[in-house]
């Protein structure tokens, strides 16, 4: 079955505690995308990654890392979180060529909550 | 950058009648504009998009215009049915010709459709 896959699902931290979360796609997409949604402020991107070894910031990158190693995986790293890192993250993947492949395919989510 | 304003935030219509969610976007780079459709509990799926070479675009009840010179686009659904209901997100990206590159959403419309 064709999906992006995200792990964990949910997650309650402490401020400063270093984690990662996994982002997996088996769709062989080229592009893949990390956003937070926030109530009021909809999605906004904070990477996005073309291919491999190939990463660009997004609207909010502040706070994040992000590294693309493999096509399938982009995983999504807080160094240091914070409480204004609470949020539902989003992972998504697409196609990046001409025609009609830019339909990005989103993950389930990852709940954050930054104590 | 980019930025890209949604109205409403809120809608209800009577099922049977038509809603309409409208975008304005600030960069003339922008060739790309995508919708996503969330409903409660679940991830964004794309449910219509369209270039800047076209002026309209339509699916069975959804259709999407474009407006270049006015930097405006909306989002037109018609016969409203009970499964609309949803937040609705529109989008904005310099680059029709991939997606591998920076999106700007809407902060949103929540749609509720009346029996």
Not at chain 1, 78 to 100: D, I, K
Not at chain 2, 10 to 35: H, M, R
Request: proline share 5%; hydrophobic share 30%.
């Amino acid at each position: 079955e064709a999906q992006v896959t995200q792990n964990p699902r949910y997650l309650i931290t402490v401020t400063g505690k270093k984690l990662t979360v996994t982002c997996s796609q088996n769709m062989n997409h080229e592009y893949m995308s990390w956003y937070r949604q926030d109530p009021g402020l909809g999605l906004r991107q904070i990477y996005y990654s073309m291919n491999v070894e190939v990463t660009d910031k997004g609207d909010v990158p502040e706070g994040y890392k992000v590294s693309r190693k493999e096509k399938r995986n982009f995983p999504l790293i807080l160094e240091s979180p914070s409480p204004n890192q609470t949020s539902l993250y989003f992972c998504a993947s697409s196609f990046a060529r001409v025609g009609n492949y830019n339909e990005q395919f989103f993950g389930p989510g990852t709940r954050l909550t930054v104590l | 950058g980019e930025n890209v304003e949604q109205h409403p935030s809120t809608l209800s219509v009577q099922e049977g009648d038509s809603a309409v969610i409208k975008c304005t976007y600030s960069d003339s780079a922008s060739n790309y504009f995508p919708w996503y459709k969330q409903e409660l509990g679940k991830r964004p799926q794309l449910i219509i998009d369209i270039r800047s070479n076209v002026g309209e675009k339509k699916d069975q009840r959804i259709a999407v215009t474009l407006n270049k010179t006015a930097k405006h686009f909306s989002l037109h659904i018609t016969e409203t049915q009970p499964e609309d209901s949803a937040v609705y997100f529109c989008a904005a990206s310099m680059n029709a010709e991939s997606s591998a590159s920076k999106i700007i959403f809407g902060s949103g419309t929540r749609l509720s459709i009346r029996p």
